[in-house]
Nanobody, 126 residues
């Protein structure tokens, strides 16, 4: 059971991209019971938390390095979570993964997320 991430690409520094992640059929009927998150893994580095949004969309969380540039949102009717990325920097280059977990207290711990997407590559050139 995998989430389907899309929207990655090659852009220049300062550009914008919007990633999307669709829920698999296995959780669409209970999608609004899941917190959603984005993680990323840069070459040679460990995967890290980027952003998360609560099941109802009221609460969101960001890693410090993307605050003010990235916005996470969700459309529970369409079962999709988005990551709007503005003012992209070369250090944002990574494979971006979406993840889902049954709604609970906020956490960046990857092991707490039950479902993962296959990843989408984002490359930012200087």
């Amino acid at each position: 059971v995998q989430l389907q991430a899309s929207g990655g690409g090659l852009v220049q520094a300062g550009a914008s991209l919007r990633l999307a992640c669709a829920a698999p059929r296995a959780i669409t009927s209970t999608y609004n019971q899941f917190d959603m998150a984005w993680f990323r893994q840069a070459p040679g580095k460990e995967r890290e938390f980027v952003a998360a949004i609560s099941w109802g969309g009221r609460d969101d969380y960001y890693i410090d390095s993307v605050k003010g540039r990235f916005t996470i949102s969700r459309d529970n009717a369409k079962k999709v979570v988005y990551l709007q990325m503005n003012s992209l920097k070369p250090e944002d280059t990574a494979v971006y993964y979406c993840a889902a977990r049954r709604a609970s207290a906020f956490t960046t711990r990857q092991s707490s997320y039950d479902f993962w997407g296959q990843g989408t590559q984002v490359t930012v050139s200087s």
